[in-house]
């Protein structure tokens, strides 16, 4: 899974915000805000990567125990999901 294109993350008065691009400013309804592991995993989103490398990347970048990490990358993965910012 990846981000599809047309959005990208802009830090806007230290406040990540994804904001759409192109077409999809007028059919992209929502406000998405990221925190620091938000913008991390974003990052990574980039790319083709599947659900178990972002836990193992979340895990070697923050103290963080593996079940959290499943949880937070599930939520994350359900929230990007939801807003159908991903392929």
């Known amino acids: 899974m990846k ?3 047309g959005f990208i993350l802009k830090s806007i008065a230290g406040t990540n915000i994804v ?3 192109g077409n999809n400013t007028v059919s992209f309804g929502s406000v998405i805000t990221l925190n620091e592991s938000g913008v991390f995993l974003w990052e990574r989103l980039s790319n083709d990567i599947t659900e178990e490398d ?3 990347a979340l895990l070697s970048e923050y103290s963080v125990d593996k079940a959290t ?3 937070d990358v599930k939520e994350f ?3 990007l999901s939801k807003a159908e910012l991903l392929i």
């Open 3 to 5: 981000i599809k294109d």
């Open 19 to 21: 904001v759409p691009t």
């Open 54 to 56: 972002l836990v193992t």
């Open 69 to 71: 990490a499943k949880r």
């Open 77 to 79: 993965i359900e929230k």
